[in-house]
Structures are given as structure tokens and as C-alpha cells.
């Protein structure tokens, strides 16, 4: 087991910059998610980390050794792909001991090594098939224990569940998650899914275009969007993103939003009038008023879940999504009073796209 540390790292394929100065520190024994959409940059800086890229520039330390020319064998990684990368012709335990087998490790200690990480992955009663006798998640299974058995001291992830249907990828995270924390591993997860690094992950890298937007633990990216980038990202259905300007009126600060449409941001909040921001508000911070009220979400689209309801729709010109619990009789076209609490806003800038500092939860 050992720390990561990105520093200034950056990668550029001729004038193309595909990672602009990454800095990461991943902590010993930590579960980290690098997420973000495809182009981002995520796999790119997960093998760099792996050797399998090269660095333009910058430095990468894995438990304090700089690995930047170190080839990739020598980094005492373990990579988990999302194809399985599995040799069809051998059986489930040559498959798990073929990286001992060529570093010349006595076979008694190969057999151990698998029978344990066999036991820890229920794979057991599998070791004597083929990959194309078992599962897809069984598969995975064989690749992480593939990694386990060469006990590494990092093990990376390149978006292992990918290719698992809908129910399968919920079961395997939370094996994933538990295996990590079973054995301590520093961990480097990519994917795309925020759901996924949401669940799994103690801490969060969320890229675009090769930049760090944010890094925190993931109620951190959900509470405190550093901007509107990570707002838009994080958060399923995603936040409603309504442009307007600062307004003060006799001490209260309010966010016009057009069509005679204002938000109450509190007393004094210390914004400059005609201020141009963005207020956000996640969906299920959204309530339904007792009674009228001049902001309404007029709706289009319902989607039931089944736990909850989905409304989309729109509030004065803005599209906006209204999350409620439980099963609610609205028809389509229908229109709803709706309150926020101040302390629920997030305000950004529409010009940077930042997140303003204030006296409320933002």
C-alpha cells in the first residue's frame, strides 16, 4: 500500500493538450474516482499513472518513489480493465496466477495466493472452467483477483463495470467498495458515471477537457459545487440552473429571474445589484407551496419511478425538474406554487461560472 502523488503533470499529443497540470495527492489506503465524460482526460491520466502513457511533463510518486521513467512492470500497480483482458485457452486459476507465474514465483505460493483471493471473491468453485463457461460479473471477478494476487501496492480501474447490465453494476460496486475496504488498497477508479463514484468513492476528481474542475469527497462536489461545470455534473436529476440578476429591496436580496419572477436569497447578502448570476437549486429542494405563490413550475413531463416522481417542466422561461417522494396524481400541463429555502440556493456567476462566496450555505 502507498500514496499517490500527480504533480504539474500534463499530456499533450503534438499541439492537442489532453491534461492540463493535474495535481492529486491520493492518501494510503484511499478510494478515489477520477469521473468525467468522455474526452475528459480521466483513462488518459489512469495510465499515465499506469505506464502505459507517457508524461509530457510534470512528476507522478507512488509511496514516495518517482515512477515517471519506471517501466510499467516495475510500478507495482495492478490494473483491473473494462474488457477483463482474460486468455480464453486458461482456466480461471491460470488465469489469476499467469503474472506469478512469469516473475518465477514457487508454485506452492501461486496456489495459496489464488485459493485466498478465490475465497475472497467466491470464485472457489470456478477456478477449473474457462472465461466463456462463466458470467460477466464472474469475469470480473477472475480480473479482480487477477490484481489481488500479485499484492500490489495501488490498484487501478479503468471503468471495470462498464460493460455489466443495469442490476449487475449495482451489485459489483458495492463488491468493489467492500473488497477495497477489506484489503486497504489505494484505489484509482476512472468512470463516467457519477452515480458509481458518487457510492464508491471517499474522494472525488471530477475532469473536463483535461482541467481538475474539483476534487473533494463526493457530498462535497453535491453541497458545494465549486462551479457551474461540477453543478451541471454532479446530481441525478441535475441541477436547475436559472439565469438572472441581483436585486436588493429593503434589505432582502433577491435574484430576479424574469417574467416578474424573483428568489429570496436572504437578508443582506453581500452581492452588488445588477449582479448577472446563476441560481441553482437541486430538484428535491424544490417544495410545493400550501398555497399560491408567483413561482411555479408549469408542467410538461412527468416520469414516475415508482419511489418518487420526476416533473419537468419550466419556471417563468427556465427549464427546471421537481423531484417529489412517493406517487403524486399531477397531469401533464398542470402548473405548481413551489417555495425554496434560502440555505438550499447555489449562486454562481454567469460570466466565470464560479461559485460566490456569502454569508448563506453556498
Known sequence: MANVEI?????????????????????????????GASGSGKSTLLRMIAGLESITDGKIFIGGRLINDLPAKDRDIAMVFQNYALYPHLSVADNMGFSLQIRGIARDEIKKAI???????????????????????QRQRVAMGRAIVRNPQV??????????????RVQMRQEVK?????????????????????????????????????VGA????????????????????????????????????????GDGISI?????????????????????HLNVAEGSSTLNINVSAIEATGAESHLHGAIGRHRATLVLGGRRRITHGGSIPLTIDAAD????????????????RM
Open 7 to 35: 504533480t504539474d503533470v500534463k499530456k499533450s499529443y503534438g499541439s492537442q493538450s489532453v491534461i492540463e497540470n493535474a495535481n492529486v495527492s491520493i492518501r494510503d489506503g484511499e478510494f478515489v474516482a477520477l469521473v
Open 115 to 137: 485459493g485466498e483471493a478465490a475465497e475472497i471473491l467466491g470464485l472457489t468453485p470456478y477456478l477449473h472452467r474457462l472465461p466463456k463457461q462463466l458470467s460477466g460479473g
Open 155 to 168: 490498484f487501478l480501474f479503468d471503468e471495470p463495470l462498464s460493460n455489466l447490465d443495469a442490476q449487475l
Open 178 to 214: 467492500s473488497l477495497q475496504q477489506r484489503l486497504g488498497t489505494t484505489s484509482i477508479y476512472v468512470t463516467h458515471d457519477q452515480i458509481e463514484a458518487m457510492t464508491m468513492a471517499d474522494r472525488i476528481v471530477l475532469l473536463n477537457h483535461g482541467h481538475i474542475e474539483q
Open 218 to 257: 463526493p457530498l462535497d462536489l453535491y453541497d458545494r459545487p465549486a462551479n457551474l461545470f461540477v453543478a451541471r455534473f454532479i446530481g441525478s436529476p441535475s441541477m436547475n440552473l436559472l439565469e438572472g440578476s441581483i436585486v436588493q429591496e429593503h434589505g432582502q436580496t433577491l435574484v430576479d429571474i
Open 264 to 284: 429570496a436569497l436572504g437578508q443582506n447578502v453581500p452581492i452588488e445589484s445588477d449582479t448577472k448570476v446563476v441560481c441553482g437549486v437541486r430538484p428535491e
Open 345 to 360: 440556493i447555489h449562486l454562481f456567476d454567469q460570466k466565470t461560472g464560479r461559485r460566490f462566496d456569502s454569508t448563506m
